[in-house]
């Protein structure tokens, strides 16, 4: 780990913005999903920078605007000192190359109808003049570098399992040699023993390609075993943001607290703490005022429901968005 | 590396084979789906009787298709006419077997003409989406609105009645169903995740809709193209027995029915062989066109 004075990022977002239009009636006017709302963040160079929230948080949206795959409301988002935003079309393809994506679906994520050799030779035939041959023994070394065999690339994607699927997307995003990686959820379609031997792929990969991570994902053992910084999204905002260890050992928002809380713990000799129930995540078509958690906070006191929280770093590189910081 | 060395002197027919066992496979397992249902058989052998007979015309009848001999006029069949001759002394059967040929061409012209308008305006439509799509779909119903025959009729008649422009009206007419089909299925596959990874890739959309859309949107319109090809030797008749078809002396065969509609009563076969000719074509083409459809769906499949 690099030390805290030269620290180098590689992607800065700031006051990143997606609000997708709701169908719009003949008398109503158009309402807004806020999925992503004023989200400011820079991921350091080298690191696992881990998202985590509940379904409906915004954290899916929020790694494909990144990458332009939709375009953002307003916001900006600059890579190194690109600003991928300003990139025209053929620009931005060109600059793709440097970062890329594996989604949660394993089973949809790959064309059917192709060869594997040609699923993950496609990124090599759009961005670099080589030959057959060329692409053959590129996408057979990646094959390798991904845990499978020469002979997997004759085969479809049907024919293999979802831990191999996953495997095969991952190899299709590294054969062009990126900097930057979004895994949007990449083992939650996965059986936890096909999991754990994914995540640790993935682990080693980022070693051997010197990759950047942003890592999406519900689960917190996931993030626990894989981030070096914890992004918590509600509602489309960050609600805290830390080192592993500051929101693990350290959370500072109820919200952080009462996820941590809600992971089973297999030790019964550890007594249950008092669980509070929490409910359901409110609709972002029309958020809470205020504090966007207050609706479901223990905590929540009146100014919480009027006063929207300034983003205040409890200490050095935590930062929480909360009128009353815990601990 | 000499693990690959050792496989390529295996030489490298074998191994192409050997690596695409998967492909092989599913070819295997569509022809013997092919082989038990016996209506596409029926469909594929008619196919392949009126294939072989437009090939092979010269060598199946010794008459001249367009030659009068009015000496012989009006002769019922026989075993010098196997079908008889019409009102100038031409040999049916010969004018019938080398009609197969107009209809093959018609066909063959038609069907790249309308599929390529229509999967290109289809896909277009349903990959962009938008603007583009409410354009694209609202030409498309232009022209839908109106009745098939009648827009195919009033092409010919302004473009002058013969079969380059018969060619052209029903290409005209047909495109739209391809269009349709071809957009639903555009629209299905650019949502799915593997199309983003693609984009996300960096691919251009023209690469995307050409090589990766297209693939997955063609076989509906593949299997619409063989049931329609009926209907396209129908519509080609049926201009040919308007008089806005092929020409005299063209053996078209819907332009033979109309030559010999007038001596249906007492020479009954001048109309009836055409006619029975465009009957079994037709039949063989739908069958042919539900076999296909049913052993492409991959309901029906594994």
Redo the contacts between chains.
């Keep these: 780990m690099q030390t805290e004075v030269t620290t180098q990022y590689l992607i800065h977002v700031k006051h990143l913005k997606k609000y997708f239009p709701t169908k719009r009636g003949l008398f109503s006017s158009a309402k807004y999903v806020k999925a992503v709302d004023d989200v400011s963040f820079d991921i350091p160079k080298n690191s696992t920078f881990g998202v985590v929230g509940e379904s409906g948080s915004g954290k899916t949206t929020l790694g494909r605007t990144i ?1 332009r ?1 939709i375009e953002p409301t307003s916001g900006t988002i600059r890579y190194i000192e690109t600003d991928i935003n300003s990139l025209n079309s053929k620009e ?6 440097k970062m ?2 594996v ?1 949660q ?1 394993p089973y ?6 192709k060869l594997v050799k040609n699923i993950i030779g ?2 090599l035939k ?2 670099f003049q080589l030959s057959s041959e060329e692409i053959y023994e590129k996408v057979k070394d990646i094959l390798e570098q991904v845990g499978l065999r020469e002979e997997h ?4 994607p049907h ?1 293999f399992s979802g831990g191999q699927r996953q495997r095969i ?1 991952v190899a ?1 995003a590294l054969v ?1 040699k990126p900097e930057f990686l979004v895994l949007d959820e990449p083992t939650s379609a996965l059986d936890v023993s096909v999991q754990a031997v994914i995540l640790k792929m993935l682990k080693d990969l980022k070693r051997d390609f010197s990759l950047t991570y942003l890592f999406i994902t519900h689960d917190l053992a996931v993030i626990d075993y894989m981030a070096d910084y914890v992004t918590v999204m509600y509602l489309g905002q960050i609600m805290e943001f830390g080192t592993k260890d500051d929101i693990f050992l350290a959370p500072a928002h109820p919200y952080t607290f009462l996820l941590l809380n809600s992971i089973p713990n297999p030790d019964p000799r550890i007594k249950k703490k008092k669980v509070i129930p929490m409910g359901e995540i409110p609709s972002p078509i029309d958020p809470p005022t205020g504090c966007r958690f207050h609706t479901r906070c223990p905590y929540a006191r009146d100014i919480c429901s009027n006063v929207e929280p300034e983003m205040k770093e409890v200490h050095k590189g935590h930062f929480v968005k909360c009128h009353f910081p815990l601990g | 590396m000499s693990e690959v060395k050792g496989v390529a002197q295996k030489g490298r027919f074998k191994l192409f084979l050997e ?4 492909i092989i496979e599913d070819w295997k397992h569509t022809f013997y789906l092919w082989k038990s249902t016996t209506l596409a058989m029926v469909g594929t052998v008619i196919i392949f009787v009126f294939f072989g007979i437009a090939i092979f015309a010269p060598l199946l009848t010794s008459y001249d298709p367009i030659a009068q001999d009015l000496d012989n006029r009006l002769l019922p069949p026989s075993s010098q006419h196997l079908f008889g001759t019409d009102q100038y002394g031409r040999d049916v059967f010969s004018r019938v077997i080398y009609g197969s040929r107009v209809e093959l061409w018609i066909i063959f012209i038609v069907s790249i003409i309308s599929v390529g308008i229509g999967t290109l305006v289809g896909i277009i439509a349903g990959y962009f989406g938008g603007a583009v799509d409410e354009v694209l779909m609202r030409i498309t119903d232009m022209f839908l609105a109106f009745p098939r025959l009648v827009l195919a009729m009033a092409f010919t008649a302004s473009l002058g009645p013969n079969l380059t422009n018969t060619i052209i009206a029903i290409s005209f007419v047909d495109w739209t169903v391809y269009a349709r089909l071809a957009r639903a299925e555009a629209i299905k596959v650019k949502s ?3 199309i ?9 959309n023209t ?1 995307i809709m050409a090589f ?1 859309v297209l ?2 949107s063609i076989s509906p319109v593949i299997v619409q193209l063989t049931l329609r090809m009926g209907t396209i030797i129908l519509t080609a008749a049926g201009l040919g027995f308007l008089g806005l078809g092929a020409q005299p002396p063209i053996p078209e065969w819907g332009a033979i029915v109309s030559d010999g509609r007038s001596y249906l009563v007492q020479q009954w076969w001048i109309t009836t062989f055409p006619g029975l000719a465009i009957a079994i074509v037709v039949l063989g083409f739908n069958l042919l066109g539900d076999g296909i459809r049913d052993i492409l769906d991959p309901r029906l499949r594994r």
């Design positions: 990458l795959l931005l393809r060109i600059f793709r190359r890329q994506i989604s679906d949809n994520s790959l064309h059917p109808r496609e990124g759009i961005h690339m004759f085969r479809y024919e997307a299709r062009l | 690596r695409r066992k998967p799915q995740p593997y983003e990874a693609i984009r996300g890739l960096g691919a251009k690469r990766h693939p997955m």
